[in-house]
Nanobody
């Protein structure tokens, strides 16, 4: 079992930055995969950024060059650094983890970008 707790969302103006944090209840060394998804009103949940095999990252085209995913193994935490935010980035952001054969989701954190 894995519990995921997100934080760092909020209201920012376009061009601003936020850093989201996702704290896992167990060592992320043991977690098969972790990443960030988001869901905007009226839209499907979509992948934003995730760690892929070989420690590489998978970043959505819409956020490439602006968002960066990183991790701190000692803190069991995955981060999403979001720069140059746009109103289109407004969504609920969810941390995701895959452990063994199960998928886990955080409760979500709201990011609102005003124009």
């Amino acid at each position: 079992q894995v519990q995921l707790t997100e934080s760092g969302g909020g209201l920012v103006q376009a061009g601003g930055s936020l850093r989201l944090s996702c704290v896992a209840s167990r060592s992320i060394y043991t977690i098969n995969a972790m990443g960030w998804y988001r869901q905007a009103p009226g839209k499907q949940r979509e992948l934003v950024a995730a760690f892929a095999s070989g420690s590489s990252t998978n970043i959505a085209d819409s956020v490439k060059g602006r968002f960066t995913i990183s991790r701190d193994n000692a803190k069991n935490t995955v981060y999403l650094q979001m720069n140059s935010l746009k109103p289109e980035d407004t969504a609920v952001y969810y941390c995701h983890a895959r452990f063994l054969f199960d998928n886990y989701w955080g409760q979500g954190t709201q990011v609102t970008v005003s124009s």
